[in-house]
């Protein structure tokens, strides 16, 4: 009877699978794309003539006014700075005239057309205060190239995982109209010291690192997520000490680096851990709470990526390579696309607290 009962299970969790990838829409951005200085711009006319959006150019003062509905935006020619109502905001990269055509970061298109964000429904409405907002997201998959990260018994490698997943992530969140970078989209080597650099050239609003976790243990398995402490417990400790292993593959000049800055970085490091702490906090609630997954702890540690990241930043581990369970659940696409859209959904629940009011 059991067993039937389980099978019976299995059948209409498979049956719910099936139409949730039945369902699912895809939207693939609707204008003509460039990338100028490594960002992707769109025609901003080529917006107005598709989805009815009024304009209004000054040239002398190369203010252009886009109007949809009961929204306004202005964009200044050569500017990151704009306005959106009444509200000053600042883009992602400024709005460029090229070709005798004005072209805007993507995300410009979000603040005047409503875009659907799947994710939506399980990120919650909560708004804190204002902190501060999140237009540009940096994930950072971890390892890569010749540091595979830790290796599953059946062979499962943390770079390979933890780089779709990040991929995923992205993509739910550029649903949502999120502007979101990935530290490396193939298998490649990036120091740990240059993750973070990344983030501050790409003008992120947050930092969130990927991984998957090992242990000495076969029986653990869950999910955590960390943010950057010196005050740690022995098992966040051996795990920081796993995650900056691929430290021993870069050069001196890293440790260097690392004495000199270190005070400045405890300073801001501090006015950031409450963030940080915050936005962990969101993440791992909608995550353990929609893959009814066990939290093992929002912890601190010391993890060398998360230094040097002027921003709240979190790393995440999706769970467990060493367990067999946990290798065999990262291994199924579907299994990882769910992961995926509660890291979105996490970080759109964060997006939501820290932006407040409007
Ligand atoms: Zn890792």
Redesign the pocket.
């Known amino acids: 009877m059991r067993e039937n009962g389980l099978k019976n299970k299995f059948f209409f969790v498979c049956a719910l699978l099936l139409l949730a990838g039945g369902c699912a829409t895809t939207s693939k951005f609707p204008y003509t794309t460039q990338v100028i200085h490594s960002t992707v711009y769109f025609p901003v006319m080529e917006m107005c003539q598709a989805d009815g959006v009024t304009w209004d150019y000054d040239p002398l003062s190369q203010v252009l006014i886009l109007k949809k509905d009961n929204k306004t935006l202005e964009l200044l020619v050569g500017s990151d700075r704009a306005i959106l109502g009444n509200a000053p905001i600042r883009l992602s990269r400024p709005v460029v005239l090229k070709d005798s055509v004005v072209w805007a970061p993507v995300e410009v298109r979000s603040y005047l057309i409503p875009v659907p964000c799947p994710v939506a429904a399980k990120a919650g409405k909560e708004k804190g205060i204002f902190l501060r907002p999140v237009r540009v997201v940096v994930l950072d998959p971890?390892?890569g190239g010749k540091d595979p990260?830790?290796i599953g018994k059946n062979g499962l490698r943390?770079k390979d995982v933890?780089l779709d997943v990040a991929k995923k992530v992205q993509k739910e969140l550029q649903r949502c109209g999120v502007v979101v970078y990935l530290t490396r989209d193939d298998d490649r080597f990036i120091p740990l010291a240059e993750r973070p650099k990344i983030a501050g050239s790409k003008k992120a609003d947050i930092f969130v690192s990927i991984?998957?976790n090992a242990t000495r243990s076969r029986w653990i398995e869950g999910f955590e997520v960390y943010y950057l402490s010196t005050a740690v417990d022995d098992n966040a400790r051996a795990l920081a000490a796993?995650?900056n292993a691929p430290l021993e593959l870069e050069d001196a000049d890293f440790f260097e680096s690392i004495s000199l800055k270190a005070i400045l970085w405890d300073m801001i490091q501090t006015e950031n851990r409450k963030e940080s702490i915050e936005l962990a906090q969101h993440l791992g609630d909608v995550v353990s709470a929609s893959m009814n997954l066990k939290m093992l702890g929002v912890k601190g540690a010391g993890f060398a990526v998360l230094k040097g990241a002027y921003i709240p930043s979190v790393l995440v581990e999706i769970g467990y390579l060493s367990n067999g369970e946990g290798e065999r659940k990262l291994c199924d696409p579907q299994y990882r696309k769910r992961m995926a859209e509660s890291i979105a959904a996490g970080i759109m629940r964060f997006k939501i607290y820290a932006e407040g009011s409007e």
């Open positions: 971890g390892h990260g830790a943390e933890v991984h998957a796993a995650e």
